[in-house]
């Protein structure tokens, strides 16, 4: 199992520039996440996703747009690239149902917006 | 006031120090308590989780959970120099569908040789 993985590692935007940010996994997870983390301020969930064709808002989902089409696939979008989007982008996905079930992580997009 | 809070150090210790790292929250509805450990560069992952109240041990490191105080804590024993690593507090309620994650910042811990 590849877990999560999360394409690019890193990005340079101009602001203004749109682009799309690849997360995948492959342990059949109907949760998927996508998170911000930014220095002092935690996680921030922007958007998740509960299954194939359901998707919801987080805490800051100004500025992304998600889609989700496959079990396995949860891109984020970033419409019109801002400098408040700089960050560390983190994609998660977790199991359905039950009590606790565990959030697994990807190892994070850079993104830096000039 | 957040809903979760935690001091983000940085804390420095010697090698085989005893380690305590706390966070404080808000919500009496969250359930499940969670630490998560993030090496520079890296991706978090989970390395205990604790239901309502109580202790968790495993190996080297106890959960502890106060709820009647909205405090938990998790301590390192004989901590080791790859113990280094941003640690990260999470909390979880169930909401329409399904867990609710909050995160702490992060406290950042050195552990020298």
């Known amino acids: 199992n590849a877990g999560v993985t999360q394409t690019p590692k890193f990005q340079v935007l101009k602001t203004g520039q749109s682009m799309t940010l690849q997360c995948a996994q492959d342990?059949?997870?109907?949760?998927m996440s996508w998170y911000r983390q930014d220095p002092g301020m935690g996680l921030r969930l922007i958007h998740y996703s509960v299954g194939a064709g359901i998707t919801d808002q987080g805490e800051v989902p100004n500025g992304y747009n998600v889609s989700r089409s496959t079990t396995e696939d949860f891109p984020l979008r970033l419409l019109s690239a801002a400098p408040s989007q700089t960050s560390v982008y983190f994609c998660?996905?977790?199991?359905?149902?039950?009590?606790?079930?565990?959030?697994?992580f990807g190892p994070g997009t850079r993104l830096t917006v000039l | 006031q957040k809903e979760v809070e935690q001091d983000p150090g940085p804390l420095s210790v010697p090698e085989g120090a005893i380690v305590s790292l706390n966070c404080t929250y808000s919500n009496s509805a969250f359930q499940y308590f969670m630490w998560y450990r993030q090496y520079s560069r890296k991706g978090p992952e989970l390395l205990m989780y604790t239901y309502s109240s109580g202790n968790k041990e495993d190996g080297r490191f106890t959960a502890q959970v106060d709820k009647s105080s909205k405090y938990i804590s998790l301590f390192i024993r004989d901590s080791q120099p790859s113990d280094s690593a941003t640690y990260l507090c999470?909390?979880?309620?169930?909401?329409?569908?399904?867990?609710?994650?909050?995160f702490g910042p992060g406290t950042r811990l050195s552990v020298l040789p």
């Open positions: 342990m059949n997870h109907e949760y």
């Open positions: 999470a909390m979880s309620a169930y909401n329409n569908y399904g867990q609710n994650f909050v």
């Open positions: 998660a996905s977790r199991a359905r149902g039950g009590s606790y079930n565990e959030q697994f």
